[in-house]
């Protein structure tokens, strides 16, 4: 199994901050990496997708990069409507596996 | 806009056997993958299984003994049966449209989620 781990597990952070998220895999992944904001009570949201494609309505402040075994999502500048926990999650391999996520709130 | 909506019990016994439908509105099943996700409350996600539209499947290893993901065409639905259930199961259950290209899935979609407790 692929292992996929996220750093921080939590951060806090003021609107406007540039916030990074990093996501790392067991192994190699290529690009097969996707992120999800999830808020509570509520269905994970697609952001990125093949770890840099911008989802369709997904504001351009969201941006993704990285291959291999390390990815990062970040938000260029933090709004009101960003506090939330983010996932990542590979499917490189048949069982696709999602990170602990990271929450994000407010300072 | 497609959308979709998990139905079923929110209630199953120890041993029983869990069983959700997701109907899909605005899109044909009859393409993509369709999956299951599921996360115990306050707890990460977990990825079940999903079932292509002529009905091949890919299971999480450690839920295959016990799971079952079928397609509907017809009524435009997926669904799960998960048996033999545990209060390890008790989570909250989302459907997912999990589009596929050039190799990479990805879940673009999902229903509102279901919460299913498991409990005598």
């Known amino acids: 199994d692929i292992q996929v781990t996220q750093s921080p597990s939590s951060l806090s952070a003021s609107v406007g901050d540039r916030v990074t998220i990093t996501c790392r895999a067991s192994?190699?992944?290529?690009?097969?990496l996707n992120w999800y904001q999830q808020k509570p009570g509520r269905a994970p949201k697609l952001l990125i997708y093949?770890?840099?494609t911008l989802q369709s309505g997904v504001p351009s402040r969201f941006s993704g990069s990285g291959s291999g075994t390390d990815c990062t999502l970040t938000i260029s500048s933090l709004q009101p409507e960003d506090f939330a926990t983010y996932y990542c999650?590979?499917?490189?391999?048949?069982?696709?596996?999602f990170g602990p996520g990271t929450k994000v709130d407010a300072k | 806009q497609v959308q979709l909506q998990e139905s079923g019990p929110g209630l199953v016994k120890p041993s029983e056997t869990l069983s959700l439908t997701c109907t899909v509105s605005?899109?044909?099943?009859?393409?993509?993958?369709w999956s299951w996700i599921r996360q115990p409350p306050g707890q990460g996600l977990e990825w079940i299984g999903y079932?292509?539209?002529?009905?091949?499947?890919n299971y999480n290893p450690s839920l295959k003994s016990r799971l079952t993901i079928s397609v509907d065409t017809s009524k435009n639905q997926f669904s799960l049966r998960l048996s033999s259930v545990t209060a390890a199961d008790t989570a909250v259950y989302f459907c997912?449209?999990?589009?596929?290209?050039?190799?990479?899935?990805?879940?673009?979609?999902w229903g509102q989620g279901a919460l299913v407790t498991v409990s005598s």
């Open positions: 093949g770890a840099s």
């Open positions: 997912a449209r999990d589009t596929y290209n050039s190799g990479r899935h990805r879940f673009d979609s």
């Open positions: 192994q190699p992944i290529s690009s097969y």
């Open positions: 079932i292509s539209h002529s009905g091949s499947t």
């Open positions: 605005g899109d044909s099943i009859s393409g993509d993958y």
């Open positions: 999650q590979q499917s490189y391999s048949s069982l696709f596996t």
